[in-house]
C-alpha cells in the first residue's frame, strides 16, 4: 500500500515538475526532494527520468479520457456527441492547468520522442474515435485535419488567457469551460452545417 502512494506522490510531483519546468528542467533528484525521498529510493520505483515521465504523463491522462470516450460514444446524434466531447474536453483542461501546461511544454519542445509517445501511447485511441465521429458528421471532411482544428480551437482559449485577461473586451465568462465550448460549437455549426 504504501509503495502505491509513494508511486503516485511521484507521478504527482513529476507532473507538476515538468510543468513548470520542462523535461530538460528536472533531474531525479528534483522529483526525489519533492517527494522527500532519497534519489536511490526513487531508482526502486523507476528506471530512469524518461519512464517517470511517460507514467506521470499517462496516469494525468488516464483521469481524463474515460470521460472523453464517453462524451464521444453512444446513441445520440453525433452532434449531440461533439458537443459532450467538446465541453468534456473544456472542462478536463479547466480542471488541471498542470496537464495544460505539460501539453504545451512538449509542443513547444518538439522532442520528436517524447512527441511520438504522446501521440501513439496516450492520444491515439482518443483521437481516432474522435475522427470516426466526424466521419460520421461530415463524411467527405478530411477527419484528421478537422479533429486537429477542433482540439487547437478548445486548447488556444486556455493557452491564451493570460495574456487575452488584459485585452479590452475580455470577461470572466471566457474564463468558462461551457462558456467556450458553447463558442467553439457556434463555429463548427456553420462548417458542419444542418447535421
Given at each position: 500500500?504504501q509503495?502505491?502512494?509513494t508511486?503516485?506522490s511521484?507521478?504527482?510531483a513529476a507532473?507538476?515538475?515538468f510543468?513548470?519546468?520542462?523535461?530538460?528542467?528536472?533531474?531525479?533528484k528534483?522529483?526525489?526532494?519533492a517527494?522527500?525521498i532519497s534519489?536511490?529510493?526513487?531508482?526502486?520505483?523507476?528506471?530512469?527520468k524518461?519512464?517517470?515521465?511517460?507514467?506521470?504523463?499517462?496516469?494525468?491522462?488516464e483521469?481524463?479520457?474515460?470521460?472523453?470516450?464517453?462524451?464521444?460514444?453512444?446513441?445520440?446524434?453525433?452532434?449531440?456527441r461533439?458537443q459532450?466531447?467538446?465541453?468534456?474536453?473544456?472542462?478536463s483542461?479547466?480542471?488541471?492547468?498542470?496537464?495544460r501546461?505539460?501539453v504545451?511544454?512538449?509542443?513547444?519542445?518538439?522532442?520528436?520522442?517524447?512527441?511520438?509517445?504522446l501521440?501513439?501511447?496516450?492520444?491515439?485511441?482518443l483521437?481516432?474515435?474522435m475522427?470516426d465521429?466526424?466521419s460520421?458528421?461530415?463524411?467527405?471532411?478530411d477527419?484528421?485535419?478537422?479533429?486537429?482544428?477542433?482540439?487547437?480551437?478548445?486548447l488556444?482559449?486556455?493557452?491564451?488567457n493570460?495574456?487575452?485577461c488584459?485585452?479590452s473586451?475580455?470577461?470572466?465568462?471566457?474564463?468558462?469551460p461551457?462558456?467556450?465550448?458553447?463558442?467553439?460549437?457556434e463555429?463548427?455549426d456553420?462548417?458542419?452545417?444542418?447535421?
Amino acid at each position: 500500500m504504501q509503495k502505491n502512494n509513494t508511486r503516485s506522490s511521484i507521478l504527482s510531483a513529476a507532473v507538476s515538475l515538468f510543468s513548470q519546468r520542462g523535461y530538460d528542467g528536472v533531474s531525479m533528484k528534483k522529483i526525489a526532494q519533492a517527494v522527500n525521498i532519497s534519489a536511490p529510493a526513487l531508482y526502486n520505483h523507476f528506471k530512469d527520468k524518461q519512464s517517470i515521465y511517460n507514467a506521470a504523463v499517462a496516469d494525468s491522462f488516464e483521469n481524463k479520457a474515460q470521460p472523453l470516450q464517453q462524451a464521444l460514444s453512444g446513441n445520440d446524434k453525433p452532434i449531440v456527441r461533439l458537443q459532450r466531447f467538446i465541453t468534456s474536453l473544456c472542462k478536463s483542461l479547466a480542471d488541471d492547468p498542470e496537464f495544460r501546461r505539460l501539453v504545451q511544454r512538449e509542443l513547444l519542445d518538439e522532442d520528436e520522442e517524447r512527441l511520438r509517445h504522446l501521440a501513439e501511447d496516450i492520444f491515439a485511441p482518443l483521437f481516432e474515435n474522435m475522427m470516426d465521429l466526424l466521419s460520421e458528421l461530415k463524411p467527405a471532411a478530411d477527419t484528421h485535419m478537422l479533429a486537429v482544428i477542433i482540439i487547437g480551437m478548445v486548447l488556444k482559449p486556455y493557452e491564451f488567457n493570460s495574456l487575452g485577461c488584459f485585452l479590452s473586451g475580455s470577461l470572466s465568462k471566457h474564463n468558462n469551460p461551457v462558456y467556450i465550448s458553447q463558442q467553439v460549437m457556434e463555429l463548427l455549426d456553420s462548417y458542419l452545417g444542418e447535421t
